[in-house]
């Protein structure tokens, strides 16, 4: 335990607590998930659902989830876990350092004999996230083994909103994306902020920043990353969100989903001994 940090059991599940000048968060280490970032004076920028499944190996609606080493339901098994196992697996905390007011935690998975069982590849994974003015996440996929390493990553950032039918998303103007709601239908974005009008489940061919507009709460953030060429904006709306157990009726009212990845063409390969990185930024801008 630090003077900037410490662990503790939050509803059966260990949590890392963070406390920068700046703002202070906290990381499940089951699936290295972050759940809250709340600006020092702020609110919390991240929502949970207050449905939320908080147990061991049960997926946990809401904060920033990882999902890896597949995206979606797995391409030829359908009965693995939707989105891969790293956010259903225990993480290690691998280390906590303080300096210049901010507080920098590294947590780390790798192969075991549970993961080849659903993903007959060796990996090293590690999650390093910053906690400062801004929130920076940095994840790393190491392939120690003798052939290629192909995956697919995303993460899956709720963030908590107002009003989601107020939101606004700019920087995905013209971009071309996957529209699953339109059973994968090949569409391009129209000019302009995106609003979440009805339910939304789109892949988009992006990785340039973002701003995320909230007008009822009257602040914004602008998501930067490198190493992820993809985007993923989702909210399920009333009649999808009736199928989901762990979300109140009207839960969808008060997020979106804005993620960050290597999805599907842009998904990554990994040569022997090498790494790939996909870093994403969070910065409030008020």
């Not at 392939?143 to 107002?162: C, D, K, M, R, T």
């Not at 507009?213 to 904006?233: C, F, N, Y």
Request: proline share 7%; aromatic share 8%.
């Amino acid at each position: 335990m630090g003077t900037n940090w410490r662990t503790l059991v939050r509803n059966g599940l260990e949590v890392l607590e963070i406390e920068a000048d700046a703002a202070r968060a906290s990381v499940a280490l089951q699936g290295a998930q972050v759940l809250e970032l709340v600006p020092r004076g702020g609110r919390d920028w991240l929502w949970v659902s207050e449905r939320a499944r908080w147990s061991a190996g049960a997926a946990l609606r809401g904060g920033i989830p990882i999902c890896f080493p597949w995206f979606g339901p797995h391409p030829t098994e359908k009965a693995f876990p939707a989105h891969g196992f790293a956010r259903t697996r225990a993480w290690r905390l691998a280390g906590v350092e303080a300096a210049d007011g901010k507080v920098r935690a590294e947590l780390t998975l790798a192969a075991d004999a549970a993961t080849l069982a659903l993903y007959p590849h060796p990996f090293e994974a590690r999650l390093a996230l910053t906690v400062g003015d801004e929130l920076a996440l940095a994840f790393e996929v190491r392939n120690p083994g003798a052939e290629p390493l192909a995956f697919e990553l995303a993460l899956h950032s709720y963030f908590a909103v107002g009003d989601v039918a107020e939101a606004a998303i700019d920087g995905l103007a013209g971009s071309a994306f996957i529209d699953k709601v339109a059973g994968g239908a090949h569409r391009r974005e129209a000019e302009g902020p995106l609003r979440i009008v009805g339910e939304v489940d789109r892949v988009y061919d992006a990785g340039g920043p973002l701003t995320l507009i909230d007008p009822v709460w009257e602040r914004s953030l602008r998501i930067e990353s490198q190493g992820a060429g993809s985007t993923v904006v989702w909210n399920p709306a009333p009649a999808k969100t009736a199928t989901l157990s762990d979300l109140a009726p009207d839960g969808y009212r008060r997020f979106v989903c804005v993620e960050r990845g290597a999805i599907g063409a842009r998904a990554a390969t990994v040569p022997p001994g090498d790494r790939h990185q996909v870093t994403v930024a969070y910065r409030p801008s008020r």
